[in-house]
């Protein structure tokens, strides 16, 4: 297996290893927001030598410019709804310093935004990161092939029963969707397989596969409801499939997506939910949305999408999140 980078918090190194070392499990109250957002390149000022070209000091790319970028994330990110605590996978982001200084801030604070994993393939640019304010009791790094980004697991265990977490950035579309499908259909596989574990292992937890997965809930591939797809998805709660409710008709969600291409919405970023969290125990689903604030919005009612030329914008993906209360 490849060497893959792995960043835990280290200002709250203390706190993570006496939560893994087996102190009572977290006492969940007033509710659970699980978050996923692609905040779009976001990276510091310093030059570490992975960064893209443009985001080096040498290309011009300043702390004020990374500032006013950290300023609007934590405006979209305090836009979630109110909660008792939070879990949030961000997608493009540069590493752990940038997750330091992003919740770095009084405002978040009051989140409770204090633990963290990071993790991305060696030398890539960008990683994918889970922030919360429940302590991780235990991170592990999936190897999802040679050159490709790994899946991060996330475990939280808390009074309510555990949580488990799959963070992932699946292959974009450039080169083309059906190019690229096979791609995407094989890191899949390691989801798949990950999840079929966790749940062998801890039956009745409830497990999050959450992310940017350039793909729709609907294209058969990835996800969708024939044999082909690797994660069998619906609108509703059954057994042996994991609830999407961008395909729950039952909801009025607004915008009808969290990515715009060519002027159409498409459901790029998801949070697939396990069946136990309809099960009547432990925690459970209550409701989902998509912050779409003013920050976020061009004059015609777009993603206003990051410019790095124009040094302008917020992120061309919106954040999707759901609700889980415990019983």
Known sequence: ???????????????????????GAFESADGLCVATWNVQNLFDAVSDGNEYEEYKPSSGW?????????????????????SGSYIIVLNEIEGSNVVEDLIKNNDIAKMGLRYYA?????????????????????????DTGEGRRPVLEAEFDTSSGKIFVLALHLKSNIGGAFETAQIRHEEA?????????????????VVLVCGDMNEECWDNN????????VLKVKGEFGRDLWYCF????????WPGGSYMYNG????????????????????????????????????????????????????????????LNSF
């Open 189 to 205: 596989l390691t989801v798949k397989e990950v999840s079929h574990q966790i749940l062998s292992e801890n039956p009745g937890s």
């Open 264 to 323: 159409l919405w498409k459901c790029y970023d998801n949070i697939l939910v396990s069946s136990a969290a309809d099960d009547g125990t432990g925690w459970e689903f209550e409701s989902c949305g998509i912050v779409f604030e003013s920050i976020q919005k061009t004059a015609d009612s777009k993603p206003f999408a990051w410019d790095r030329n124009l040094l302008r914008g917020v992120s061309d993906h919106l954040p999707v999140w759901i609700r």
């Open 246 to 253: 961008w395909m729950d008709n039952s909801l009025n969600l």
């Open 222 to 229: 990835v996800m969708g409801k024939d044999n082909d797809s």
């Open 62 to 82: 300043t702390q004020r410019a990374y500032e006013s970028r950290l300023s609007n994330a934590r405006k979209v990110i305090l836009g979630l709804p109110s």
């Open 1 to 23: 297996m490849r060497k893959l980078r792995f960043f835990l918090l280290f200002v709250f190194a203390l706190l993570f290893v006496v939560s893994c070392s087996g102190q």
């Open 118 to 142: 990071c993790a991305g393939s060696d030398g890539g640019a960008i990683q994918t990161a889970v922030v919360s304010s429940i302590p991780i009791s235990a991170a592990r790094v999936h």
